[in-house]
Structure formats: structure tokens, C-alpha cells
């Protein structure tokens, strides 16, 4: 998977795409990251890249220019990587596998479900807000779609950025340890995860279930999903609502 980020703040992504399993997953090729420094599409000679509102109101609008000249760069150039791979081989061109996603507090709710849909693209292009938001005619022209971590306000759309790679990471295969451990995890399935317990088995008298010793994987799976339901009903009882609409 290609992500190209678009940000004024590239240097305060690199030290957690650099750690852990984002570090490792670039590091088997699973995943490209690529940060823009939006301030390199700009045309003006400070490196501006906002300016007033029309019609008045606070704060700073950004300019639709900078952005739209920084996503048609990187378009264009993985479109010829992709027409030099098929001298090679087929392969469908990069217009129809990237997708280009702004982060904004307007955009859905990201949710497990939008995570699986977005990690089946190629490529995704990342563009994070800042100041009172986006010249409209992004919203409107470019983007495919907007995408938001919660119900609140952040200063800009870093956050949310280095939240969506990590969720899309842990999807990719290969670049977890395990090949079922994304798929347990919580709300893959629309459930929250079951408890989990490690060793020692017995700790300060506090023992786990017995089932969990018994070797018997059928009753370990059937207590878990017993687990699952019970905690998603007392914690996230919506969840249950949505998996029931969608049946």
C-alpha cells in the first residue's frame, strides 16, 4: 500500500511512523509512507499557503492552489511508476486504485468498517486541515472523501492522519506477528475483544478461567465469543443496535 500524507507539519509524523509496527511494516516493504510539505506547492514566495476568509470571520482559510497542485504531483508521478510496471506486467492504472481522503471533523466516523474499506485501495492520499479548514472547492472538486476520528475539534488533521495509517497498517497483511490477530481484535466483527490473560496463571490469587488451561480450542472459542457479547453489551450496547440493522 502507497500513502502519501499532505501536511505544513511533516516532522511531527516521523517519530511514530518510525516506531513499532509502522516502523517495521515499511521496513518489509508492506507500506509506503510519503510526507508532502504542502508549503513546497505553493507559487507564493513566503510559502504561503492560507489567507482570509471571504466575507469575513476568523481565523485562516487554506488555499485550494497549494493542494490541489500537491495531489496532482503525486498522482501524476505514481501514475508513471504504474505505466512502467505494465511494460512489465498488467496493472490497472493508478487513477482507479488511489483515493484521495481529507481529514476533517465534517467527514464519517472512522469505524473498523471504513478502516477494511479504505485498506482495500492501493494508494490513499492523505490531506490534514489546519486553521479554520479547507478552501470548499477541495471538499467539492478533489477529494473523494472526508474522514474523522470523533465528534471534537483538533487543531488540525496530523492526529487524526497517524490514527488512520495506524489502523489501515494493522490490516495490511504481513505486517502483523500473527495473521489472526487483527481479526480478533476488537470491532472486527462489530464486537469488542475478549478478555485476555497471560502468565502467570495464578497472580496474587486472582487465577484465569480454567477453560483457558483446558487445551479444548472449541470451548475456548465459545467462552470468547460468550466473552465478546457479554462486554459489548455492557459497554457498547450501540454496537449490538448496528450489527442488528445490518442483518
Given at each position: 500500500m502507497l500513502i502519501d500524507i499532505i501536511t505544513i507539519f511533516p516532522e511531527v509524523f516521523k517519530p511514530y511512523l518510525e516506531e513499532s509496527i509502522l516502523g517495521i511494516a515499511q521496513e518489509?516493504?508492506?507500506?509506503?509512507?510519503?510526507?508532502h510539505n504542502l508549503r513546497d506547492y505553493t507559487l507564493d514566495k513566503h510559502r504561503k499557503v492560507d489567507d482570509r476568509p471571504f466575507g469575513g470571520g476568523p481565523g485562516m482559510v487554506m488555499m485550494p492552489e497549494p493542494i490541489f497542485r500537491a495531489v496532482e504531483n503525486i498522482v501524476r508521478r505514481a501514475s508513471c511508476v504504474v505505466r512502467r510496471a505494465s511494460k512489465r506486467r498488467k496493472t490497472q492504472d493508478a487513477r482507479h486504485k488511489v483515493r484521495i481522503i481529507l481529514l476533517s471533523p465534517q467527514g464519517k466516523t472512522l469505524n473498523q468498517r471504513l478502516v477494511e474499506k479504505l485498506a482495500k485501495y492501493k494508494h490513499l492520499?492523505?490531506?490534514?486541515?489546519?486553521?479554520?479548514?479547507v478552501d470548499e472547492r477541495v471538499r467539492k472538486?478533489?477529494?473523494d472523501d472526508e474522514v474523522s476520528i470523533g465528534d471534537y475539534v483538533l487543531t488540525g488533521g496530523e492526529l487524526a492522519a497517524m490514527v488512520l495509517v495506524d489502523a489501515l497498517s494493522r490490516l495490511i497483511p504481513g505486517v502483523l506477528g500473527h495473521q489472526d490477530s487483527s481479526r480478533f481484535e476488537s470491532f472486527s466483527d462489530n464486537l469488542l475483544e475478549y478478555p485476555q490473560w497471560t502468565r502467570p496463571a495464578d497472580f496474587l490469587g486472582m487465577p484465569i478461567p480454567q477453560v483457558l488451561l483446558s487445551g479444548d480450542h472449541k470451548k475456548i472459542e465459545k467462552y470468547r465469543r460468550k466473552e465478546s457479547l457479554k462486554i459489548t453489551k455492557k459497554k457498547r450496547p450501540d454496537l449490538l443496535k448496528c450489527e442488528e440493522k445490518n442483518d
Open positions: 518489509k516493504g508492506k507500506v509506503k509512507i510519503t510526507l492520499i492523505l490531506i490534514c486541515g489546519r486553521y479554520e479548514g472538486y478533489l477529494v
